[in-house]
């Protein structure tokens, strides 16, 4: 079953010199329980292909399917409810509020939701932050802890409303070789739990661990995908 349908998706921005294009003409499917790692040299497309995947980008041309869904057509206030609600996303720069607790960040998904009670949310929060490995800095704010401790909240953060799919940009480029290991591990874990993992790298050891591996070159796919 597939979970992610990417048609003839093409992507160009305006420049000084013209029309650039980022993507060109690209086609993906990827089936649920895949974990898929992208990976391609700076400047590739790596990540402008996940943006528009998860909606914080839009295409020039062509159709992206999301769990049934057309995103392509989605608004941008459609697309942000949508998302929070169905996909995890993870950044290299964790991108944490800091300001926030460590708990405080992983429920504020949650709170824009609104599925669950205060209660509810804080537990669930509670539980995620343990299951990555960090419920005892549950009350930190994110500087009083290391940069993979950050990492894991920002995954559990993404798991805060149980979405099918996590995409993961560049995950563990700022993380040392043994958090690295812990953090795909953890990755590996949500693909064994049913979830969809895509990660977009441009290290090429991490590519050991997807199920697939999709190489992008100049905004195109080349080789088909290499099976792992």
Request: neutral net charge.
């Amino acid at each position: 079953m597939s979970l992610i349908q990417l048609k003839h998706l093409v992507k160009e921005y305006d420049s000084l010199a013209g029309k650039l294009t980022a993507l060109k003409e690209v086609d993906l499917d990827v089936s649920l329980g895949e974990f898929v790692v992208i990976v391609g040299k700076s400047g590739a497309g790596k990540t402008t292909l996940v943006n528009m995947i998860a909606g914080l980008a839009q295409q020039t041309a062509g159709e992206i399917w999301v769990n049934g869904i057309p995103v392509h057509q989605l608004s941008l206030e459609q697309s942000a409810k949508w998302r929070g609600r169905n996909i995890g996303v993870v950044f290299q720069s964790f991108e944490l509020l800091p300001t926030l607790t460590v708990l405080q960040n992983v429920t504020l998904p949650m709170d824009f939701a609104g599925q669950l009670s205060e209660r509810e949310r804080r537990q669930r929060a509670l539980d995620l932050l343990a299951q990555v490995g960090i419920a005892d800095h549950a009350k930190k704010r994110p500087s009083a802890v290391s940069g993979g401790q950050q990492q894991r909240v920002s995954i559990a953060r993404a798991l805060a409303n149980d979405p099918p799919l996590i995409i993961a940009d560049e995950p563990t480029g700022s993380l040392d070789s043994n958090t690295t290991t812990a953090v795909l591990d953890l990755f590996a874990h949500l693909v064994t739990k049913g979830k969809t993992v895509i990660i977009v790298t441009h290290d090429r050891d991490i590519q050991k661990r997807a199920t697939r591996v999709v190489e992008l070159v100049d905004g195109e796919f080349i080789n088909g995908v290499q099976k792992c």
